[in-house]
């Protein structure tokens, strides 16, 4: 990752807008550099450095294995749908969507020169995680500093008493960056920090913030980078899987040896200096490879090339999205200063408040908040880290206030005010929304929120206050006035109990016909008929509805009807490639027809609560990767793929 410099991409990453179509991914890359399953070729020679506390032939057996256990799986192919469930619902997502804030902790063989390196002839290069690419380090010479990297001064329980003291309930390190350095004791090559370093050789960095996470209740994930610039082997297509299989061995000694909550790839994109072969077939081969590793594993869109149909979760860096992301979870990793790696010479350290404001935004977004730590070459988290991270936990912890934060989400019901962030709470406590206030006004003035859907205040509290609130209607919404001050200058947090319109009893549907073609124009009689219980496909390169329908150039009809449970405008959000097209009772309300990559479009519709609305969805794939999703949400309605109860068969 970077900051401080571009990183090269292909195209301009997406914006999520609330518009009502999103392209997503540009043309896919030629067919000739694209791989759908591992290469059946002997295990690739090791990089320089083999190994002086493990054999050779070790090291050659843990490549194949992984290898190996990528050829016993079965085919992907057709039939095959690389949807595990919906992300939005999940009881294996579940534990991320309630967390919210992460630590992201960048460490590695860069962190050893600490931003700083010295050329020959005395003119010094500053960077910090990229310094070996920005800096043009000859690789003899990043090798030789790499060799005296000693972080002795790690230490696991400590960094873990900071997150959570901090309020944050995950942790992402970078198992390995750019650089390929690997931070944990791998067996696949020596160039980690085992076998290429000044390191006690005895400990495993890892290992011991694993049990200091698992010992304090803490979620651990691994960051690994695709983008490799040590292996010989990376940038030449004709010898990349090569690495790739080196790759799938290492990925498997990280999810089998430390048994990681979520992986966080990066390095994805199309660049040179190295060339980067990588390809959407890959990102698909490896998410199929690490769920058939650890089902529960949760894993970011750049195992694919950053996509809504990519992963679970999308990864904004340094931005928060203006609005709740069409189609897919996301995340926002920021820094707390302008790099991810430590840098000496970097003091511009965002102030606290900006940290809770921005916790705050990204919360009542329904995103996920992953705050960076760069540790020093030592192994130490730089005090300017420590104190914003202690002054963001004190916040959390005081009167309450995290509850504006943990397991909430986008309010829904209002708009998004000028003077701060509302998420929503619909916990054991009832249903609540939390207005964070970062404006207060002035004595005797009302704080506005403009209602989306109907709904009533029963209750309104300043958390660590005993001043009155009152709660009046006017206009489009409700006028808040607080009697007294704020408790703090960065947010106060306002609690209001809301009480909305009862919604309609859970439905008893059983899904929607599914009329299957073998041809991508939903003409002639289907050769398939079935019943869908949700519309949630991931078909990808090799997949399709069914093994009698090929992987390219089919088509599907949707038939039925849906029932929602709240008298709402909902948004029906369709994931789409190649086409798609959705009518409700007769009402053609999404209409994309022009043969396209992933793409989101959104349509809003008032629908009565109870109500059954004829239902008619259809789908085209011509050729390339098929994806076919059917969401909706509703100021009541959080986003998902519509749950089989809700939808019926004619």
């Not at 913030?209 to 695709?226: H, T, V």
């Not at 059983?510 to 009689?525: E, H, K, W």
């Amino acid at each position: 990752m970077r900051t401080s410099l571009p990183r090269p991409r292909p195209r301009p990453r997406p914006r999520h807008r609330t518009v009502r179509r999103t392209r997503l991914l540009a043309p896919m890359l030629a067919a000739a550099l694209l791989a759908v399953v591992l290469p059946t070729g002997s295990a690739a020679a090791r990089p320089a450095h083999r190994a002086a506390s493990g054999s050779e032939g070790q090291a050659d057996a843990d490549v194949q294995t992984g290898t190996e256990h990528a050829r016993q799986r079965p085919a992907a192919g057709p039939g095959t749908n690389f949807a595990p469930d919906d992300p939005f619902t999940a009881d294996r997502t579940n534990w991320w969507r309630q967390d919210r804030f992460g630590m992201f902790i960048h460490f590695g063989a860069y962190s050893n020169l600490e931003g700083e390196y010295r050329r020959p002839d005395g003119t010094v290069c500053r960077d910090a995680e990229w310094i070996k690419r920005q800096c043009a380090i000859p690789m003899d010479a990043y090798e030789k500093q790499a060799r005296t990297f000693d972080p002795a001064a790690f230490d696991a329980k400590a960094i873990v008493k900071a997150a959570k003291d901090a309020g944050q309930r995950y942790i992402v390190i970078t198992a390995k960056h750019h650089e390929g350095y690997a931070m944990w004791p791998t067996k696949v090559n020596t160039w980690n920090l085992r076998d290429h370093s000044a390191f006690d050789k005895r400990r495993d960095i890892m290992r011991e913030l694993k049990n200091a996470a698992d010992r304090a209740g803490i979620k651990l994930g691994f960051y690994y980078s695709i983008w490799d610039w040590h292996d010989p082997d990376f940038a030449d297509p004709a010898t990349f899987p090569k690495y790739r299989e080196r790759m799938y061995a290492q990925l498997k000694e990280l999810v089998k040896g430390y048994d990681p909550a979520l992986l966080w790839f990066d390095g994805e994109w199309d660049t040179d200096n190295p060339h980067n072969p990588w390809t959407a077939r890959d990102g698909e081969s490896l998410e199929s490879y690490l769920r058939d590793l650890d089902p529960k594993l949760i894993i970011n869109n750049r195992v694919g090339k950053r996509r809504v149909t990519d992963g679970d979760y999308g990864t904004p860096e340094q931005e928060i999205p203006a609005a709740p992301v069409d189609g897919q979870l996301w995340e926002s990793c920021m820094t707390l200063n302008g790099h991810w790696g430590f840098a000496k010479y970097d003091q511009d350290w965002k102030s606290s408040a900006t940290i809770i404001r921005n916790l705050l935004a990204t919360a009542s977004r329904s995103g996920n908040y992953l705050l960076n730590v760069g540790p020093d070459r030592h192994g130490r988290v730089p005090q300017p880290s420590l104190d914003r991270l202690s002054d963001v936990g004190r916040w959390l912890r005081t009167a309450g206030q995290g509850r504006a934060v943990y397991g909430a989400g986008y309010a829904g019901l209002v708009e998004e005010p000028s003077w701060g962030a509302v998420s929503r709470s619909r916990g054991g406590a009832g249903d609540k929304l939390y207005a964070s206030v970062t404006e207060w006004p002035t004595a005797g003035k009302p704080l506005h929120l403009t209602a989306r859907a109907p709904f009533r205040v029963t209750d309104a509290r300043v958390l660590g206050s005993r001043q009155g609130v009152k709660v009046a209607p006017s206009g489009d919404g409700y006028d808040i006035t607080p009697a007294g001050g704020p408790t703090n200058p960065t947010a106060t947090v306002i609690e209001l109990t809301v009480k909305t319109p009862r919604p309609a009893p859970r439905g008893h549907g059983s899904g929607l016909r599914a009329d299957i073609f073998a041809n991508d124009t939903l003409s002639g009689p289907p050769a398939l008929t079935r019943v869908d219980r949700t519309v949630n496909y991931s078909w990808k390169s090799s997949g399709s509805p069914a093994p009698s329908i090929p992987a390219d150039h089919f088509s599907t009809r949707w038939t039925g009807s849906l029932q929602p449970r709240f008298t709402d405008a909902y948004t029906f959000t369709t994931v789409s490639d190649d086409t798609a097209r959705l009518w409700i009772d007769g009402r053609l309300v999404i209409d994309n027809t022009k043969p396209h990559d992933a793409a989101i479009d959104k349509a809003s519709i008032a629908l009565r609560a109870g109500h059954k609305y004829a239902t008619r969805l259809e789908h085209t794939e011509q050729t390339g990767e098929a994806t076919m999703k059917l969401l909706w949400s509703s100021p009541n309605q959080p986003q998902e793929i519509i749950p089989t109860t809700q939808l019926y068969r004619h």
